[in-house]
């Protein structure tokens, strides 16, 4: 009885998906890719097509550079004799650190305080970061979910 050997394929695709957050398309994109039964796959990208954006660009007669200031806000915690001031430098150097997780898909644990009293440890890769809404978007790597978060609520990371 002759045996046949399975040989292994790659291709690179672009899938669109359209849904009011990229973090729900995301996720959405996720549970398919899972449920395809692939060997493997890895998500290198994604681009957010502002076509309405285009379109006006396109139809411009001209257009001029504004200089764009993003002010990090500063959040102060009081309690009882103690003050906690984040500073925009110390807002940077910790978007710095998510940055370089994202880019070298590093696995970290965060720890995140939800209020109330809630908080969860989470294995996961940074997949995006929204520094204006101050969000970023993980991926939970056990449960295979995608995850946001306001900064605000991370209390700690761990590097795996």
Excluded: W
Excluded at 57 to 80: G, L
Excluded at 129 to 153: A, C, G, M, S, W
């Amino acid at each position: 009885m002759a045996s046949t050997q399975q040989s292994s394929f790659l291709f690179n695709v672009e899938i669109l998906i359209e849904n009011e957050h990229h973090a729900i398309a995301l996720q959405q994109l996720i549970e398919q890719l899972n449920n395809a039964n692939f060997i493997d796959y890895k998500i290198t990208s994604g681009i957010d097509l502002g076509k309405v954006i285009a379109e006006r660009k396109a139809k411009a007669k001209s257009t001029k550079s504004i200089p764009v200031v993003v002010e990090s806000p500063v959040q102060t915690t009081t309690s009882n004799t103690n003050t906690t001031t984040t500073s925009n430098s110390e807002y940077e150097l910790g978007l710095e650190v998510f940055r370089q997780c994202k880019e070298k898909n590093k696995l970290i644990r965060l720890i995140v305080n939800r209020g109330l009293g809630i908080k969860l440890s989470i294995p996961c890769r940074v997949i995006n970061i929204d520094e204006q809404d101050q969000i970023i978007t993980v991926y939970h790597v056990d449960e295979k979910q995608v995850y946001t978060f306001r900064l605000i609520e991370i209390e700690d990371y761990i590097e795996a």
